[in-house]
């Protein structure tokens, strides 16, 4: 059984910057990827970054991969998400997912979910 908790969600001007949380307690090590998915209001929930435990292989959604990244600190179990330059766009509430994957953008390939964090952008 995995556990996920988001943190460090919050309103922020375009331009600004924030950084996700994601600490997961159980098994989140060999064989499982750790991904950000959002869902934007009125939308349905959509990709955003996914990473391997074990190796650090990353896959991005196209529209963040020069803005966001991706990591994670083995000693403490958590994934982050880094994310500068934030448009009004990407007003969403982001997820954390973990599944025993190699990294998917798939959301049924994750059974483990966070309950989320609300990211404002305004414009």
């Known amino acids: 059984q995995v556990q996920l908790v988001e943190s460090g969600g919050g309103l922020v001007q375009a331009g600004g910057s924030l950084r996700l949380s994601c600490a997961a307690s159980g098994r989140t090590s060999v064989g499982y990827a750790v991904a950000w998915f959002r869902r934007p209001p009125g939308k349905e929930r959509e990709f955003v970054a996914t990473i391997n435990w074990s190796s650090g292989s990353t896959i991005y959604e196209d529209s963040v991969k020069d803005r966001f990244t991706i990591s994670r600190d083995n000693a403490k179990n958590t994934v982050f998400l880094q994310m500068n330059s934030l448009k009004p766009g990407d007003t969403a509430v982001y997820y954390c997912?973990?599944?025993?994957?190699?990294?998917?953008?798939?959301?049924?390939?994750?059974?483990?979910w966070g309950r989320g964090t609300q990211v404002t952008v305004s414009s």
């Open positions: 997912a973990a599944g025993l994957n190699s990294g998917s953008r798939n959301d049924r390939l994750y059974p483990y």
